[in-house]
């Protein structure tokens, strides 16, 4: 590119130098209308006017005066620019074209270095969104991990929960005492001092909690000391000083951190030994971690007892009603005793012989209409009466001349009223134990609902 720069300079010198050339010859002559020589016309070169870009339009004849002159031409312009401007305007042409190529190749690599840069965008963005997939990916697999070791963790506990009720229940369960005869259970309900009973705990287990957070202070007694000894005083005065001003900042520190719940105030103390308290404060979590125990006991017992409840009046219950219904039937009668009972009474007559004499008379009119019924009513009455007799004959034994009617009759009495009795009696202790089942299932709901506000389950 620098050499066709110089050479295009070079042409574009000598022609300049050459127009200046044409141009003073054609003003020093002046203009003639001669016809040139043999009919010929000089012309200038195409390329002079193409090579600065305007149309330069010159007479023939001047041509013809500029050819006819006697001017020379120089020796050094004969031949060397002609051929210097030949060879420039084709090199000039040459990086023109190889100009247009290379301008098309770079909009072609412009055009592929655009759409590279597209899909590299494009490439880009699919890569991060494949990133937060995968980011989403593996927190929900560590969460699905997560949620499968509390699966694992929740079935270990189930299962020691379990062993732990297995072993309760295999324990032996001490024996309840049954209510004495007369009396009732009131049932005092505790719930209502229960829920303000614990709140207050909770309440002062709390501002406990914060006091024994502070940081502690340094002993205050060695100051104290030293300042009052200071004072113009002997030395019983200074420990009765001490003492006193120790004394009243225990009751103020006191006053402080005592907490004022609903429950009945306690006289307080002057003397308080610290380890006396914090032994009685270790009993009391002792006996309060031991009534919880009981208490989840009393709550597995409670549901073991509401089964058993439950299996009594749906499997045991009807059993014992069917029982008390066979022996109702025969106490009252309705098996053989019952038979021969109404058998007897059927046998006797009507009492001071009364009979329908009116019916009588119907029936026995010779154009009664229900005579033929009668008779066959009759027939069946008679068939009747044959077969029980039968039936008395064959069953009962015969009567020995050694026994006697009314003692059998008094035995028979006896054994009834016997029965009697025992059945009122066993009607008796079945309507208490339904009535005891009913009251241990109240207390029973009861202790299940203190414990639960004891668990803090409610």
Known sequence: MLKERDDLNMARTASSRYMELIHSTIQERPRTHATPRNGQFATLPSWVGSLFGVDIAIDNVYLYSLSDSNLKQPSGLASSPRSALQKATSRLKAGRTSEVAIRSQLKEQSNLLNQANREVKALRAEL???????????????KEDIRFQRFSEIRVLIDELRKSAANVYAQELPSVPNEPEGVTATGVDGSSYLQDTLTTLHAHRIHTLRLSRQPPAPDPVPSLRIAVAKQPEDGPSVQRMVDQLVDRARRKAQAQSSHHSILSPRTPEHDVDIDELSSAVRNQHKELHELSDLSILLIHLSQNYIRSIRAF?????????????ESRRLAEGETYIGVLKNTVTFSEPPPNGQHNTAALAEVCHPNSTTLYNTIDRVKRSVTQCQQRADFIANTLK???????????VAKHEESTSKADEYASTLLERKAKKVEQAERLVRDVQRYIKDGRLLAGIE
Do not use: C, F, M
């Open 398 to 408: 015969a009567p020995e001349d050694d026994i006697e009617l009314p003692a059998l």
């Open 313 to 325: 009046t749906t499997e045991t219950l009807p059993v014992i009603s069917n029982t008390l219904d």
């Open 128 to 142: 991060d969104q494949k990133r937060r997939v995968a980011l989403l990916l593996e927190t929900l697999a560590r």
